[in-house]
């Protein structure tokens, strides 16, 4: 067999010459793209590459040389995050006498006092949480530290922040620049959004934002920073940060698109992808915003539902007369509004809060709701619950029930009464009726048309003026 020998030349330590790029999901993770010098000799090259973040996944890492002149296979790799602490030193220095310096008071005067310690135990658990220390001092061991440890030389065992070891196999020498990617956990992103209403009517205005929130140990200086919405599947790791395992990413590496617009959005796969125009600093432990979407007097049109037997539904045939008629008073308040550009929007909206507010007669802003609402492409309709009125009122109860088991029938009615206490609002409610005892009904009596919503639900449109009592009735007959 023929044995081969690798040189192993000393490691060259590598850092990120140009921007950044990042592509932040909102499932927790990031794929990051780093451009990193290398000079290499044909052959084996160790390499030092310092720039990653605290909680990348190893496994994800791919290399290249973007100009495809040169071939590059990392032959090993080797992930170390343990930044120097004192924890760690002291783990480090395990067996050893050190000097541990107290400050002792003498004539007055604090004089420092070095006082030998051999660590017997460090403490430290890498991934877990510490222990007490256990120090030999003067042949007694105490379970604490005897003053401010003082460590050697660090030597070359240890790092002062994440970085990857790699043994790189070039097949010719030269310098140029290669492109590093990875998936690292610690990013997250969300969209939230102010819908502020007039005093009077339905045309709103509508501020989206973007919220980013960088925890992943490295600071991230002038990126290019893009954000993707939708539901992407991913495998969530059993194990700790730091640790290899779990599946390989698909990797993500667009080029930014130069817009004049702070935040451009373009269908992506089966996603959607946010593109911020600038370029971002975004540091570790840091919360930035950025304003997306901004549509003015859009229509947004106020919705009053009354479903005075809500959560009732249809399981199979069902006698039980008191099924479904305790009912509630509450009429629902709700918004919608077309996600289109004749709405003045027209953008796929990710998944994120919605605010409302009010103006009051002043100018001065209100508060009145908010709710969240799913990923919504453009030409569809949002429709979310605000709360419930304070003005107006309904009342449900079941006016007749019959039943006939041999014949196979039941006939049961309801009156519902609707009551508008505004002052000067005339209001339309709609009245959903949910028609539960049986999947074959018919309707035999009703005193306002109705449309039939799915197959065990109708809705009524009522008007009902300022100060005014509106009564509904129907009657709707079983068979099987």
Known sequence: MKK?????LSAAVLSATAEPALTIYNQNFAVVRDTVPLDLKAGANAVVYPGATAQVEPDSVILRDPSGKHSLQILEQNYRNDPVSQELLLSLNEGKTIDFQNL?????????????????RSGYVPGG???????????????????????????????????FNWLLQSD??????????????????????????????????????????????????????????GDVNK?????????????????????????????????????????????????????????????????????????????????????DQNYGTEGNKKITVMREFKNAETNQLGIALPAGKLRFYRRDDDGQLQFVGENTIDHTPRNETVRVTTGNSFDLVGERKQTNFRVDTG???IDESFEIKLRNRKKTDAVEIRVVEHLYRWSNWDITAKSDDFEKKDSQTIEFRIPVKPDEEKTVTYTVHYSW
């Open 104 to 120: 002792r008071m003498k004539d007055s005067t604090q004089t420092p006092e070095l006082i030998p310690g051999k660590i017997i």
């Open 235 to 319: 495998i969530q790791p059993p194990q700790p940060m730091g640790f290899f395992g779990g599946a390989r990413k698909a990797m993500v590496m667009e080029a930014m698109e130069d817009n004049s617009a702070a935040v451009t959005e373009k269908a992506f796969d089966e996603f959607h992808l946010y593109s911020i125009a600038r370029l971002t600093t975004l540091h570790d432990h840091e919360t930035k915003q950025v304003e997306f979407v901004h549509a003015e007097k859009m229509y947004a049109p106020t919705i009053y539902v009354y479903d005075g037997a809500a959560g009732y539904q249809f399981y199979g045939l069902n006698y």
């Open 407 to 409: 014949d196979k029938w």
């Open 172 to 229: 010719k020498p030269g310098a140029f620049d290669a492109e590093v990617g990875y998936v690292t956990e610690g990013f997250d992103w969300s969209a939230s959004y102010n819908l502020v209403s007039p005093e009077k009517g339905d045309l709103v205005d509508l501020v989206g934002w973007i919220t980013m929130n960088n925890n992943s140990g490295k600071t991230f200086v002038d990126a290019k920073i893009k954000l993707m919405a």
């Open 4 to 8: 081969l020998t690798l040189t192993i």
């Open 129 to 163: 949480e510490a222990q007490s220390p256990i120090i030999e001092v003067n042949g007694k061991l105490q379970f604490s530290l005897p003053g401010q440890p003082l460590f050697p030389d660090l030597g070359d065992d240890t790092i002062l922040k994440p970085a």
